[in-house]
T-cell receptor
Framework: NAGVMQNPRHLVRRRGQEARLRCSPM?????VYWYRQLPEEGLKFMVY????????ESGMPKERFSAEFPKEGPSILRIQQVVRGDSAAYFC??????????????FGAGTRLSVL | AQTVTQSQPEMSVQEAETVTLSCTYD???????LFWYKQPPSRQMILVIR??????QNATENRFSVNFQKAAKSFSLKISDSQLGDTAMYFC????????????FGKGTRLSVIA
């Protein structure tokens, strides 16, 4: 039973390029969360999605960042025109729908984005 | 808004000894969950233990246990018989009881287990 899968593990982009980060939730999970971790910091919430819907994007910058979770396929976090300040580790987590599992988020291994 | 504070940026412990990591939080809610996550050098976030606020009994998972003081809004993690593999960042986190909401994390405590 595969856990939360994120790819790529490492992504290098030059300033101005686009970054696409992918996340496949655990089997049976329909809730996906994206978090960003800056060096020596805890994880900060960015966006929460269910299939085909953005539920909460209060932590995501208004410009250049977008997220989707289509009916088929993984969730995508997209960063356009990357800048050096976007360099960070981006984590995806998923949770179930009901019972205790809706409170437990399981994390992927993260994508480390480096902007040159 | 909820906040989670971990006041110990770094700690160290001798192998086989016991160590306690501190966490305090602030919320006006009465029902919620608290978690400790471990992040080893591989960066994977691993759930260590969870506590439901409505339960008075402290959670335990093998060598890991918590001291949950609801009135004081304190949630410390005790690691017994520390092992080298326990070396990691440890994050305390909060979530509303209703679930399917974002986790709020503390800044973490870096734990080093020394042989």
């Amino acid at each position: 039973n595969a856990g939360v899968m994120q790819n790529p593990r490492h992504l290098v982009r030059r300033r101005g390029q686009e970054a696409r980060l992918r996340c496949s939730p655990m089997k049976g999970h329909s809730h996906v969360y994206w978090y960003r971790q800056l060096p020596e910091e805890g994880l900060k919430f960015m966006v929460y999605l269910q299939k085909e819907n953005i539920i909460d994007e209060s932590g995501m910058p208004k410009e250049r960042f977008s997220a989707e979770f289509p009916k088929e396929g993984p969730s995508i976090l997209r960063i356009q025109q990357v800048v050096r300040g976007d360099s960070a580790a981006y984590f995806c987590a998923s949770s179930g729908t009901s019972g205790v599992v809706k409170n437990i988020q399981y994390f992927g291994a993260g994508t480390r984005l480096s902007v040159l | 808004a909820q906040t989670v504070t971990q006041s110990q940026p770094e700690m160290s412990v001798q192998e086989a000894e016991t160590v306690t990591l501190s966490c305090t939080y602030d919320t006006s809610e009465s029902n919620y969950y608290l978690f400790w996550y471990k992040q080893p050098p591989s960066r994977q976030m691993i759930l260590v233990i969870r506590q439901e606020a409505y339960k008075q009994q402290n959670a335990t998972e093998n060598r890991f246990s918590v001291n949950f003081q609801k009135a004081a809004k304190s949630f410390s993690l005790k690691i017994s018989d520390s092992q080298l593999g326990d070396t990691a960042m440890y994050f305390c986190a909060f979530i509303y009881y209703s679930g399917n909401t974002p986790l709020v994390f503390g800044k973490g405590t870096r734990l080093s287990v020394i042989a």
